[in-house]
């Protein structure tokens, strides 16, 4: 069977098929997924952003510590949404930390 064989479109998806996982990968960073084996703890800052002119609350970005730095996660438009969730991380073993940025 040879190159000619296929389609255009065939021999594009192929090509494609062989390039994936190819390109350079940032710094692995633990999702957690329910089952048995509980992963290992996390360190995670939680960065709420203020106003610089009247203080008041914009959002807060969800950092986590890797091997290279840290690590946006996820940012949490309601303020009552990332304290929830900052408790759900400490319930499950990791440290939490709470700064505050000035924009």
Known sequence: MSDD???DEQQRKMAAK???G?????????????GNKK???VELRFI???????GEWLWC???QKASSGWIKV???????????AAEK???LGDKVSWWKKEV
Do not use: C, I, W
């Open 61 to 63: 970005e969800v950092q």
């Open 48 to 54: 709420n952003h203020l106003d610089s002119f009247d």
């Open 22 to 34: 190819t390109k350079r990968q940032g710094p692995k960073v633990e999702v957690r997924r329910s």
């Open 5 to 7: 064989d296929f389609t």
């Open 18 to 20: 062989l390039l994936m």
């Open 89 to 91: 991380y400490q319930r």
């Open 39 to 41: 992963p290992e703890p």
């Open 74 to 84: 996820e940012t949490f438009e309601d303020k009552k949404a990332a304290e929830r």
